[in-house]
């Protein structure tokens, strides 16, 4: 299977999309000042710090003893001499609190200690290694996972006698099993990675393997994973010494005071707050500290298109600049005009720097016309065709001067108005319709739900009419089909389910994101025979986004290549494959391998694209071109030039843009 | 024209994977992933290997990298044998068969810097001492087209077409007679691919090593091979000459597979169509309707 | 799903003989005599033997084995060290108790935890989430025996709304067991709805990420209908594992809890059996308990098959 070069994750998610930058500072300095920026979980950290030293110097800290009280002020209320009152032996409670901490912090330790000696190296090995003893091992740590954890601790204190030290070891060694499990799933996973692969490629041998390559990768989650199991280990210890199973009067445990709290509950209620308090806020610091890790170590992820919405009037009322745009092989009414488009992300997240991944794009569909928008990955070009439909996620901003499609305005257009055009006049396909199709739901649940809320049929006759769509699209016995789940049907058949549903309100645009890219090449053509006969059948319109130059032959009219976020050449695709005006579009159709008999090496275009947030004023393609002149470091607009369009300025020049010796010479 | 002795012998090549069963007590069957292949490359030549998804054709190549358990055949490169994998492949084995992996990303090690990545293979392998061995390791990068100052950085500071490279170096290191591409283009930009085609020509120009091109593009493999082997269905049914296999080809899914490679020319692409509808008609080729 | 059943039946009767007997023989390990606890400090060797004849346990271990098993078969547990009751009986007075609990913690932790993840994961990252976030980060870390305390001091003490001790039966009148078990399950319910609304909205933040959302708003359904018709169920998968640690959490959480509000669950029967060192009571809830847990997962793996059509054999 080909993985597509351009997924529809917004560029600036995209870390590869980037050229080789020079870094500043390494990457260990660069995370500790992501983590400072987070503040809670810093915070959490001095906090956590504090509560160590406490526990530490407790012995000296602390203004009285823990164990031996003034029986004759029992259960007082604060006071100078009591910050915290007294319990109902006279005891100070601030004492005891302090060295409570001693006994959770050092419960703590010792558990998830165990835990990690026993449970890490085990998880390595038998996740790695298999076989029979993994699968007894896991067997057994499914039982043992599987019961109550406190009960499990119990029955093993039962059988030691109860101790905080004992008491702890036995959680140790429950805590170890999870800890084995975890280390195992990751092993599992990271086993599958091709990096391991390629590691066994160059003769790795398994303890280099799995101290090397395997740990350092897997380390960052299970670091998340520790510190969790800190502050369940501080509420398990409480628990025990609470029911008496722990820390053994009179020795003072978080857990203990609490117990000694619920005796004296009716009449000194206050003895309830602080050891509770102590537990709570100590647990809640350990969780936000481990938050705080997760959030650095997780890869920032796209939002949701559920909050997306359409794309908003420019501001500016003076058009300065006529955006001329490519109205190609049109009668003069376009289905879809669009002018001075613009999609932007936040440049990191949380941030309010903003980078344009498009840039005042301004085009035309024509009614009746198959035109393909071309780029490489980067280049804006799916973003571009979510923003006509209000579908760029979340943190996404679309502006534009306008968008007209039939008569209609769809900039500022609001929830309802949206849904109506993507109900019944423009439908979508996107690249892998097995990520498409929602897996748990039969395809005839999924092709019916818009007929009967949209067009409120019954559910009779969406399935009949869903059956007759499927036969449209030539899926074999297509009434029975409709029952079956999405796994049940191979890339190139799921995309017809895919089309059938886009087709399913005779939309007068079906926008393809990268039809055909996750598709074997046999059935590539399959379905782009498809969508040839059925748009030549509805007369629709087709926008078709590709990053395959074979793709735009077979089936477009127009073309529009887009590079770096800009639009930089348009026109019929006959004209364009024939003389590309932009040094751009020519480089990339003379670095396509034809099936033809080898003609010397591959021309190619020098470098790689630009990143969004590194461009100058000029033009974006310079630094590659290999007719780049002084005046290419000015602004460069996108001009008219025969009944296509060329953001070039050159372009009048006519200069042997194809010639292969120009891009094969470096 | 004689052909030299081949250096990699792939003979009745065959890997089976056991089927699922529906309750444990079933009898146990199987199903062939890769069906009594046989070919070899001679030393620094390329062989393309091209196939669509479930051909084989990967299968083919993890088995002559020793990742995949053989049910049948044997494998030689140079003078040594390896059959029936699944145990350790040998050391000797290791220096002379190495791989690029179609996700370049990820198949470096993300936690690991450059120097490390391209110089891991040098310190298994030899003794030669650090200095030595960074010297070695700029020779690599230079070689591949990067440069000294990226010794020390991340992979994740590359695009993908630099990290294509870095992999490239790496494969490189020991000095390999023969490197296994699956699909080392296929998941770069068009403007990138044709970037790395040519540093992969330039190393065989520089080093002599062979080729196995494992892709399902087949003008790319047309471009880089000598010769080219379609596999279909776990076996190969056509082998023979590129331009041969390109112009005249003779197996009917050869032919649908030629017709439904797209082309940038559009006359072309348009008789093209036109062929591959009336083959396809002949060729009735089934099209699995659920994916194993 | 009938095969899902059978297969899980076959994996889960082994599973208890094995647990079971794990029980037993760590009784045998254990290093406590329970002769030496009956008889009190320093007892003659001769009264030591005499009772550990009558209790049988100077017969070979395997023979003590045999006989327990063949007991626990036919519904004998065996008898209390202490009370000499039968432990089979024992347990099924303790358990409505320890059940009630049980259902009461699940039921508010789904009632707080689900539409508190739903709503807060449908608006990640604005501010009704991050106050949702932050309360179920400080209901995380809350103690639940803590939490009890404080929900007596508060409704029981001063204002007294609900009992502060004892389990009523449902026998006795819904309304009345439903007032002995409010507050043990709000205390025992908070923590877990804490766990289960962080599971919930990472698990709906991620399936609004999928394409398959794209492509149901692209086909013009509301918002509303894109989120209840269709995302629930994809991310219902990750949830329903939540869960079924969820009741084993809580069946943990019962053992403190009974014992902050007095009653005489499975909890206070294994906590007053570990101080006593009552061992047919202690193996008699283990084997219980598994049988529970074991059932519980069973219902979750076939309500895992019904969300997720890949995993069900056709």
């Given at each position: 299977?080909t993985?597509?070069?351009?997924?529809?994750?917004?560029?600036t998610s995209?870390?590869?999309?980037?050229?080789?930058r020079?870094f500043p500072g390494?990457?260990?300095r660069?995370?500790l000042a992501?983590?400072l920026?987070?503040?809670?979980?810093?915070?959490?950290?001095?906090?956590l710090?504090?509560?160590v030293?406490?526990?530490?110097?407790a012995?000296?800290l602390?203004?009285h003893p823990?164990d031996?009280g003034?029986?004759?002020?029992?259960s007082?209320?604060?006071?100078?001499?009591?910050?915290?009152?007294?319990?109902?032996l006279?005891?100070?409670?601030?004492?005891?609190l302090?060295?409570?901490?001693?006994?959770?912090?050092l419960a703590?330790l010792v558990?998830?200690s165990?835990?990690v000696a026993?449970g890490?190296?085990?998880?390595?090995?038998?996740?790695y290694r298999?076989g029979?003893?993994?699968?007894?091992?896991m067997?057994?740590?499914?039982g043992?996972?599987?019961?109550?954890?406190?009960?499990?601790?119990?029955?093993?204190i039962?059988?030691?006698?109860p101790g905080?030290?004992?008491s702890?070891?036995i959680?140790?060694v429950?805590?170890?099993?999870?800890?084995l499990?975890?280390?195992?799933?990751e092993?599992?996973?990271?086993?599958?990675e091709?990096?391991?692969?390629?590691?066994?490629?160059?003769?790795?041998?398994?303890?280099?393997?799995?101290?090397?390559h395997v740990?350092?990768n897997?380390?960052?989650?299970l670091?998340v994973?520790?510190?969790t199991?800190?502050a369940?280990?501080?509420?398990?210890?409480?628990?025990?010494?609470f029911?008496?199973l722990?820390?053994?009067p009179?020795?003072?445990s978080?857990?203990n005071m609490?117990a000694?709290?619920?005796?004296?509950a009716?009449?000194h209620?206050f003895l309830a707050?602080?050891a509770?308090?102590?537990i709570?806020?100590?647990?809640?610091a350990?969780?936000l500290?481990?938050d705080g890790?997760?959030?650095?170590?997780s890869?920032?992820?796209?939002?949701s298109?559920?909050n997306?919405n359409a794309?908003?009037?420019?501001?500016?009322?003076?058009?300065?600049?006529?955006h001329?745009?490519?109205?190609?092989?049109?009668?003069g009414?376009?289905?879809?005009?669009?002018?001075r488009l613009s999609?932007?992300?936040?440049?990191?997240?949380?941030?309010?720097?903003r980078?344009?991944?498009?840039?005042?794009?301004?085009?035309d569909?024509g009614r009746r016309?198959?035109i393909a928008?071309?780029?490489?990955?980067g280049?804006?070009?799916s973003?571009?065709?979510?923003a006509?439909l209000?579908?760029?996620?979340d943190?996404?901003r679309?502006t534009?001067?306008t968008?007209?499609?039939d008569g209609r305005?769809?900039?500022?257009?609001?929830?309802?108005e949206?849904?109506?055009?993507?109900?019944r006049e423009?439908?979508?396909?996107?690249?892998?319709?097995?990520?498409a199709?929602?897996p748990?739901?039969t395809?005839?649940?999924?092709?019916?739900?818009?007929?009967?809320?949209?067009?409120?049929?019954s559910?009779?006759d969406?399935?009949?009419r869903?059956?007759?769509l499927?036969?449209?699209v030539r899926?074999?016995?297509?009434?029975?089909?409709l029952?079956?789940?999405?796994?049940?049907f191979s890339?190139g058949?799921?995309?017809?389910?895919?089309?059938?549903?886009?087709?399913?309100s005779?939309?007068?645009?079906?926008?393809?994101?990268e039809?055909?890219?996750?598709l074997d090449?046999?059935?590539?053509?399959?379905i782009?025979d498809?969508?040839?006969d059925?748009q030549?059948?509805?007369?629709m319109?087709?926008l078709?986004i590709?990053?395959d130059?074979?793709?735009?032959?077979?089936i477009?009219?127009?073309?529009?290549?887009?590079?770096?976020?800009e639009l930089v050449?348009?026109?019929?695709v006959?004209?364009v494959f024939?003389?590309?005006?932009?040094?751009?579009?020519?480089?990339l159709?003379a670095?396509?391998p034809?099936?033809r008999?080898?003609e010397?090496?591959?021309?190619?275009i020098?470098?790689t694209?630009?990143a969004?947030?590194?461009?100058?004023?000029?033009c974006?393609?310079?630094a590659r071109?290999?007719?780049v002149?002084?005046?290419?470091r000015e602004?460069?607009?996108?001009v008219?030039?025969g009944?296509?369009?060329?953001?070039?300025?050159?372009?009048?020049?006519?200069?042997?843009l194809?010639?292969?010796?120009i891009?094969?010479?470096? | 024209?004689?052909r030299?002795?081949?250096l990699?012998?792939v003979?009745?090549?065959?890997v089976?994977?056991?089927a699922?069963?529906?309750f444990?007590?079933w009898?146990s069957r199987s199903?062939?992933a890769v069906?009594?292949?046989?070919?070899?490359i001679a030393?620094?030549e390329t062989l393309?290997?091209?196939?669509?998804s479930?051909?084989?054709?990967?299968?083919?190549?993890?088995?002559i990298?020793?990742?995949?358990?053989?049910?049948?055949g044997?494998?030689r490169?140079?003078d040594?044998h390896?059959?029936?994998?699944?145990?350790?492949?040998?050391?000797s084995y290791?220096r002379r068969?190495q791989?690029?992996f179609?996700?370049?990303y990820?198949s470096?090690?993300?936690?690991m810097?450059?120097?490390?990545?391209?110089?891991?293979p040098?310190?298994?392998h030899t003794?030669?001492?650090?200095?030595?061995?960074?010297?070695r390791?700029?020779?690599?990068?230079?070689?591949?087209?990067?440069?000294?100052?990226?010794?020390s950085?991340?992979?994740y500071?590359?695009?993908?077409g630099?990290?294509?490279?870095i992999?490239?170096?790496?494969?490189?290191?020991l000095?390999?007679?023969?490197?296994?591409?699956?699909?080392?283009v296929s998941?770069?930009?068009?403007?990138?691919?044709?970037?790395?085609?040519n540093?992969l020509?330039q190393?065989q120009?520089?080093?002599?090593?062979s080729?196995?091109?494992i892709?399902?593009?087949?003008a790319?493999v047309r471009?880089i091979?000598?010769?080219?082997?379609v596999?279909?269905r776990?076996?190969?049914?056509?082998?023979?000459e590129a331009?041969r296999?390109?112009?005249k080809?003779?197996h009917?899914y050869?032919?649908?597979?030629?017709s439904?490679?797209?082309?940038v020319?559009?006359?072309d692409?348009?008789?093209?169509?036109?062929y591959?509808h009336?083959?396809a008609?002949?060729?009735?080729?089934q099209e699995?309707?659920?994916?194993? | 799903?009938w095969?899902?059943?059978?297969?899980?039946l076959c994996?889960a009767?082994?599973?208890?003989?094995?647990?079971?007997?794990?029980?037993?023989?760590?009784?045998?390990?254990?290093?406590?005599?329970p002769?030496?606890?009956?008889?009190g400090?320093?007892?003659?060797?001769?009264?030591?033997?005499?009772?550990?004849?009558?209790?049988?346990l100077?017969?070979?271990?395997?023979t003590q084995?045999?006989?327990?098993?063949?007991?626990?078969?036919?519904?004998?547990?065996?008898r209390s060290l202490?009370t000499?009751?039968?432990?089979?009986?024992?347990?099924?007075?303790a358990?409505?108790v320890?059940?009630?609990?049980?259902?009461?913690?699940?039921?508010?932790?789904?009632?707080?935890?689900?539409p508190?993840g739903?709503?807060?994961?449908i608006?990640?990252?604005?501010?009704?989430d991050?106050?949702?976030?932050?309360?179920?980060?400080?209901?995380?870390?809350?103690?639940?025996?803590?939490?009890?305390l404080?929900?007596?001091?508060?409704f029981?003490?001063?204002?007294?709304?609900f009992?502060?001790v004892?389990?009523?039966?449902?026998?006795r009148?819904?309304?009345?067991?439903l007032?002995s078990?409010?507050?043990p399950?709000i205390?025992?319910?908070t923590a877990g709805?804490?766990v289960?609304?962080?599971q919930?909205?990472s698990a709906?933040?991620?399936?609004?990420?999928?394409?398959y959302?794209?492509?149901a708003?692209?086909q013009?359904?509301?918002?509303?209908?894109?989120?209840?018709?269709?995302?629930l169920?994809?991310?219902?998968i990750?949830?329903v594992?939540?869960?079924?640690?969820?009741?084993?959490g809580l069946?943990s959480g019962?053992?403190?809890i009974?014992r902050?509000?007095?009653m005489?669950?499975?909890?206070?029967?294994?906590?007053?059996a570990?101080?006593r060192?009552?061992?047919d009571?202690?193996?008699?809830?283990i084997?219980?308990?598994?049988?529970?847990?074991?059932?519980?997962q069973l219902?979750?793996?076939?309500?895992?098959a019904?969300?997720?059509?890949?995993?069900?054999?056709?």
């Amino acid at each position: 299977m080909t993985v597509s070069p351009d997924a529809t994750v917004p560029a600036t998610s995209r870390p590869d999309a980037g050229p080789d930058r020079d870094f500043p500072g390494k990457r260990s300095r660069k995370m500790l000042a992501r983590f400072l920026e987070q503040k809670s979980a810093p915070t959490a950290g001095l906090f956590l710090l504090a509560i160590v030293a406490v526990a530490v110097f407790a012995p000296y800290l602390a203004p009285h003893p823990q164990d031996a009280g003034d029986l004759l002020r029992p259960s007082e209320m604060p006071s100078v001499d009591h910050w915290l009152g007294t319990d109902s032996l006279g005891r100070d409670v601030l004492s005891r609190l302090m060295f409570g901490a001693r006994a959770a912090l050092l419960a703590a330790l010792v558990a998830v200690s165990i835990a990690v000696a026993v449970g890490l190296p085990l998880g390595l090995v038998l996740g790695y290694r298999g076989g029979w003893a993994d699968r007894l091992v896991m067997r057994l740590a499914e039982g043992v996972n599987a019961m109550p954890f406190l009960l499990v601790a119990i029955t093993l204190i039962a059988v030691l006698g109860p101790g905080l030290t004992k008491s702890m070891v036995i959680v140790g060694v429950i805590y170890a099993v999870m800890v084995l499990r975890l280390v195992r799933g990751e092993v599992l996973a990271a086993r599958e990675e091709l990096y391991v692969t390629g590691a066994l490629v160059v003769g790795v041998g398994t303890t280099r393997l799995l101290w090397r390559h395997v740990l350092p990768n897997i380390a960052p989650s299970l670091i998340v994973q520790v510190t969790t199991m800190f502050a369940t280990s501080i509420i398990v210890e409480a628990t025990l010494s609470f029911l008496g199973l722990g820390t053994q009067p009179p020795q003072a445990s978080w857990g203990n005071m609490l117990a000694d709290a619920q005796a004296s509950a009716f009449d000194h209620w206050f003895l309830a707050l602080p050891a509770g308090f102590a537990i709570m806020i100590t647990v809640l610091a350990f969780n936000l500290f481990g938050d705080g890790l997760r959030d650095l170590f997780s890869r920032e992820s796209a939002g949701s298109v559920l909050n997306a919405n359409a794309a908003r009037p420019l501001v500016e009322g003076v058009v300065e600049r006529e955006h001329s745009a490519g109205s190609v092989g049109g009668d003069g009414d376009p289905l879809m005009s669009v002018r001075r488009l613009s999609v932007s992300f936040p440049a990191r997240p949380s941030s309010d720097e903003r980078i344009d991944v498009v840039t005042e794009v301004s085009f035309d569909i024509g009614r009746r016309r198959v035109i393909a928008l071309v780029g490489e990955s980067g280049s804006g070009k799916s973003v571009t065709a979510m923003a006509l439909l209000g579908l760029v996620p979340d943190p996404g901003r679309v502006t534009a001067e306008t968008i007209g499609f039939d008569g209609r305005e769809l900039t500022g257009a609001n929830e309802r108005e949206l849904r109506a055009i993507r109900a019944r006049e423009i439908g979508v396909i996107f690249q892998d319709p097995l990520k498409a199709l929602n897996p748990a739901f039969t395809i005839g649940t999924q092709m019916t739900e818009s007929m009967r809320v949209v067009e409120g049929m019954s559910k009779r006759d969406a399935r009949i009419r869903a059956a007759e769509l499927l036969d449209m699209v030539r899926i074999d016995r297509a009434a029975d089909r409709l029952d079956d789940y999405p796994h049940q049907f191979s890339g190139g058949m799921a995309q017809r389910v895919m089309i059938a549903m886009a087709l399913s309100s005779s939309p007068k645009l079906l926008v393809a994101d990268e039809p055909t890219t996750a598709l074997d090449v046999t059935v590539q053509s399959d379905i782009l025979d498809l969508l040839r006969d059925l748009q030549a059948e509805t007369g629709m319109s087709m926008l078709i986004i590709t990053h395959d130059q074979g793709v735009v032959a077979d089936i477009a009219d127009d073309l529009m290549v887009m590079y770096a976020g800009e639009l930089v050449e348009v026109g019929t695709v006959e004209k364009v494959f024939e003389e590309p005006r932009h040094p751009y579009t020519a480089g990339l159709l003379a670095s396509v391998p034809r099936n033809r008999r080898r003609e010397g090496t591959l021309p190619s275009i020098p470098g790689t694209v630009p990143a969004l947030d590194e461009l100058g004023p000029g033009c974006r393609f310079g630094a590659r071109c290999p007719f780049v002149v002084d005046r290419c470091r000015e602004p460069v607009d996108l001009v008219g030039l025969g009944d296509g369009a060329v953001r070039c300025v050159r372009a009048p020049e006519r200069l042997a843009l194809g010639d292969a010796d120009i891009w094969s010479g470096r | 024209m004689t052909r030299r002795p081949p250096l990699l012998e792939v003979q009745d090549l065959s890997v089976r994977y056991p089927a699922a069963r529906r309750f444990p007590w079933w009898k146990s069957r199987s199903n062939a992933a890769v069906d009594h292949v046989s070919f070899d490359i001679a030393p620094g030549e390329t062989l393309g290997l091209v196939g669509e998804s479930g051909s084989g054709k990967s299968t083919v190549g993890r088995a002559i990298l020793g990742l995949q358990r053989i049910s049948a055949g044997t494998i030689r490169c140079d003078d040594v044998h390896i059959t029936d994998a699944g145990r350790k492949v040998p050391r000797s084995y290791r220096r002379r068969v190495q791989a690029v992996f179609q996700d370049p990303y990820g198949s470096l090690n993300p936690t690991m810097i450059v120097a490390d990545l391209v110089g891991e293979p040098l310190a298994l392998h030899t003794d030669l001492p650090r200095s030595t061995r960074t010297e070695r390791v700029v020779e690599l990068l230079e070689m591949v087209g990067l440069r000294s100052r990226h010794l020390s950085r991340h992979p994740y500071q590359f695009s993908g077409g630099q990290q294509q490279r870095i992999a490239i170096a790496r494969a490189l290191a020991l000095e390999p007679a023969l490197i296994i591409l699956d699909e080392p283009v296929s998941s770069l930009d068009v403007s990138i691919q044709s970037q790395v085609i040519n540093v992969l020509e330039q190393v065989q120009a520089k080093t002599g090593v062979s080729y196995l091109f494992i892709a399902h593009d087949l003008a790319v493999v047309r471009h880089i091979s000598a010769r080219i082997a379609v596999m279909y269905r776990g076996r190969i049914v056509e082998e023979g000459e590129a331009d041969r296999v390109c112009e005249k080809p003779e197996h009917p899914y050869s032919q649908l597979l030629l017709s439904s490679i797209l082309n940038v020319d559009l006359r072309d692409q348009a008789q093209r169509r036109a062929y591959r509808h009336e083959l396809a008609a002949s060729f009735r080729r089934q099209e699995p309707t659920v994916d194993q | 799903m009938w095969r899902l059943m059978v297969t899980r039946l076959c994996i889960a009767v082994p599973m208890l003989v094995l647990v079971s007997t794990a029980t037993f023989f760590l009784g045998i390990l254990s290093p406590i005599d329970p002769a030496e606890f009956v008889l009190g400090p320093d007892p003659s060797q001769e009264q030591v033997d005499l009772v550990r004849k009558e209790m049988g346990l100077d017969r070979p271990v395997l023979t003590q084995f045999q006989d327990w098993a063949s007991g626990a078969l036919h519904g004998d547990l065996g008898r209390s060290l202490f009370t000499d009751e039968p432990v089979a009986r024992l347990l099924v007075q303790a358990l409505p108790v320890t059940l009630s609990l049980t259902l009461g913690g699940l039921v508010v932790s789904l009632l707080v935890g689900i539409p508190a993840g739903v709503w807060s994961g449908i608006r990640a990252g604005r501010a009704g989430d991050r106050v949702v976030t932050g309360l179920v980060t400080i209901g995380q870390a809350v103690p639940h025996f803590w939490l009890a305390l404080l929900l007596i001091l508060a409704f029981a003490v001063h204002i007294k709304i609900f009992p502060a001790v004892g389990y009523v039966s449902i026998s006795r009148g819904t309304g009345q067991w439903l007032n002995s078990i409010a507050l043990p399950s709000i205390a025992l319910g908070t923590a877990g709805g804490a766990v289960l609304a962080r599971q919930t909205r990472s698990a709906v933040i991620g399936v609004l990420q999928q394409e398959y959302i794209r492509t149901a708003l692209a086909q013009g359904l509301p918002r509303r209908r894109v989120v209840f018709k269709f995302a629930l169920k994809n991310a219902a998968i990750p949830i329903v594992t939540v869960i079924a640690f969820e009741v084993a959490g809580l069946f943990s959480g019962s053992i403190v809890i009974e014992r902050m509000f007095s009653m005489q669950g499975i909890g206070s029967l294994t906590v007053d059996a570990v101080l006593r060192r009552d061992p047919d009571v202690i193996q008699g809830v283990i084997v219980v308990a598994a049988t529970i847990m074991i059932l519980i997962q069973l219902a979750l793996d076939l309500s895992y098959a019904w969300l997720n059509p890949k995993v069900r054999p056709i």
